[in-house]
């Protein structure tokens, strides 16, 4: 398998949009010692100015809708947004509740998902490097709307 390398690092920022924590943990856990999410060059950012790709997890909250779509705007271009976990893409359990304003790409277009309740690690740092290579081929003003789908194990779809 030949691994895509970006020419700069990637500033991820994470945002969460209403979910369980199930997702988070393991974004989380991508980046620990055990995943070494830095070798391919990832950061985690703590202000969305400074980040490239957004790692979003849950359905977006009627209450959270607001301040999702005003984070995502600070985001300079371009930017990747990727969604991890089942909740983030179809509502998952949450789908139909009155509190539940829809999957995030009912607010906004996403480029990459990765399916899993929760998803892997494993399957996240494809997911974010799949958002590498949106990001460079939008730098480069050459990027047609694909959509990019991984499993949870890591497996493009």
């Not at 950012?45 to 009627?62: E, F, K, N, W």
Request: net charge neutral; hydrophobic share 40%; with cysteine.
């Amino acid at each position: 398998m030949s691994v895509f390398k970006p020419e700069k690092s990637l500033w991820i920022y994470h945002l969460n949009t209403g979910s369980c924590n199930g997702c988070d943990i393991e974004i989380l856990a991508a980046l620990t010692p055990k995943y070494d999410a830095e070798r391919f060059g990832v950061k985690l950012v703590g202000s969305p100015r400074h980040a490239d790709i957004i790692v979003a997890t849950g359905p977006v909250t009627a209450v959270a809708k607001e301040s999702v779509l005003r984070v995502i705007d600070q985001v300079p271009e371009p930017k990747a947004i990727v969604v991890v976990g089942v909740c983030g893409i179809t509502g998952g359990v949450f789908r139909g509740g009155y509190s539940i304003a829809g999957p995030l790409d009912t607010l906004v277009p996403v480029d990459v998902y990765v399916f899993g309740c929760p998803p892997k690690p494993e399957g996240i740092m494809v997911g974010i490097l799949k958002a590498a290579e949106v990001l460079e081929l939008k730098r480069k003003g050459v990027y047609q709307k694909d959509v990019v789908k991984i499993t949870e194990t890591g497996g493009v779809l």
